[in-house]
């Protein structure tokens, strides 16, 4: 599928920031290995949420024309793999998150599809497997093609 739309769901930042009141000052940067559109071996997603800005449920990512993803992987592949940090208010520290990136069941994440994604059964559902200190944590990315009006805001 061409035109897609990834709809990840920032549980983390719900889980470790608080009421800070400020304007969303994120940013997203994409990096491929090799550095060509067709045939990369590898993407890399750099996501920065910083802990002065409002807290954010939900972020949605358009890709542009000529992007292809594999919605079609078993449930429980791995797809690669996540590093993240995250600010505990709580114990007052930055925690080093990792863990595998795996293929979910869409059929699994209907109710959380539908709050998230706004659509019961996504094309593809990723989770996110974060792991720090013996706690794990997972956050689903949801996948979908855009259509009517989101069509202009990219793939």
């Known amino acids: ?7 990840v769901a ?6 470790f920031a608080q009421g800070a009141f400020a304007a969303n000052t994120g940013s997203i940067s994409v990096a491929h290995s090799p ?5 990369s ?3 890399t997603l750099h996501i920065v949420l910083p802990q002065t800005d409002d807290p954010i449920a939900a ?3 358009f890709t542009p024309s000529g992007y ?9 592949t791995k797809i ?8 505990s208010h709580t114990a007052n520290l930055t925690l080093p998150l990792s863990g595998d990136v795996i293929t979910g069941n869409p059929a699994s994440f209907t109710q959380q599809s539908t709050q998230c994604a706004g659509t019961p059964t996504s094309a593809a559902v990723w989770i996110l497997n974060l792991s720090v200190a013996g ?12 259509s009517g009006a989101q069509q202009a805001l990219g793939a």
Not at 135 to 146: D, G, H, K
């Open 1 to 7: 599928m061409k035109k897609a739309i990834a709809a």
């Open 10 to 15: 920032a549980v983390a930042a719900l889980v």
């Open 35 to 39: 550095m060509v559109l067709a045939g």
């Open 41 to 43: 071996q590898s993407t």
């Open 59 to 61: 972020l949605n990512i």
């Open 68 to 76: 292809e993803y594999n919605f079609t992987q078993a449930a429980g």
């Open 80 to 87: 690669g793999t996540v590093d993240a940090t995250a600010f």
């Open 135 to 146: 706690q794990s944590i997972q956050v689903p990315v949801y996948l979908n093609p855009t």
